[in-house]
């Protein structure tokens, strides 16, 4: 049973343009939501996260928006550029531990 | 300053030969994480220290599988008997704190169980 399902197992985007990853959550317990980027023979690196108590942050060309309502939160890049191009993974934790649990990963191609 | 060091970074070994993986995290963190991923399941949280105590172990698929943390600079993930299924890339990774989220992740030990 995942708890963290990234539905889009790849994404394609022109350079330039936006790319909008999503991320759906089960677990209403989750209080702490993360984006990590993956290349290829590299591990993960942590890109930006938010707190349940939010809606939105906003780190550069990376902004990480939280729908607690509908349990769902999406990562856009704005403007995509060709070295965005990576496994994206989405990642939620539980209140008062550091244990992440992750999805499965979106591929991301920024085509120029 | 160094990141989580992982070795090796490859390994082929046959079905049934014990497979060990080892793992130095950043100096100075106290928690450290084994993952798997795979291309079906993602990343697998398999188990996790702080303070080279092993606090969560439920994600390890079975008792084949055992991980170890003699002291806060050296931890090993151990496969006996090792079996083609167990064949993925398994990442250490390491934090600081016991409510910290971000966490570093070493280059990974790709695992080919023929």
């Known amino acids: 049973d995942q708890q963290v399902k990234q539905n889009s197992p790849s994404l394609s985007v022109q350079e330039g343009r936006i790319s909008i990853l999503n991320c759906d959550y089960t677990?209403?317990?989750?209080?702490?939501f993360l984006w990590y980027k993956k290349y290829p023979a590299e591990g993960p690196t942590f890109l930006i996260s938010?707190?349940?108590?939010?809606d939105k942050n906003e780190d550069g060309r990376f902004t990480v928006f939280l729908n607690k309502s509908a349990k769902h939160l999406s990562l856009h890049i704005v403007p995509s550029q060709p070295g965005d191009s990576a496994v994206y993974f989405c990642?939620?934790?539980?209140?008062?531990?550091?244990?992440?649990?992750f999805g499965a990963g979106t591929i991301l191609r920024v085509k120029s | 300053d160094a990141g989580v060091i992982q070795s090796p970074r490859h390994e082929v070994t046959e079905m049934g030969q014990e497979v060990t993986l080892r793992c130095k995290p950043i100096?100075?963190?106290?928690?450290l994480f084994w993952y798997r991923q795979t291309m079906m399941r993602g990343l697998e949280l398999l188990i996790y220290?702080?303070?080279?105590?092993?606090?969560?172990d439920s994600g390890m698929p079975e008792d084949r599988f055992s991980a170890k943390m003699p002291n806060a600079s050296f931890s090993t993930l151990k496969i006996q008997p090792s079996e083609p299924r167990d064949s993925a890339v398994y990442f250490c990774?390491?934090?600081?704190?016991?409510?910290?989220?971000?966490?570093?992740f070493g280059p990974g030990t790709r695992l080919t169980v023929t």
């Open positions: 990774a390491s934090s600081w704190g016991t409510a910290s989220y971000e966490q570093y």
């Open positions: 677990n209403s317990m989750f209080d702490y």
């Open positions: 938010i707190s349940s108590i939010k």
């Open positions: 990642a939620a934790s539980l209140e008062y531990g550091n244990k992440l649990v």
């Open positions: 100096s100075g963190h106290n928690s």
């Open positions: 220290f702080n303070n080279n105590v092993p606090i969560d």
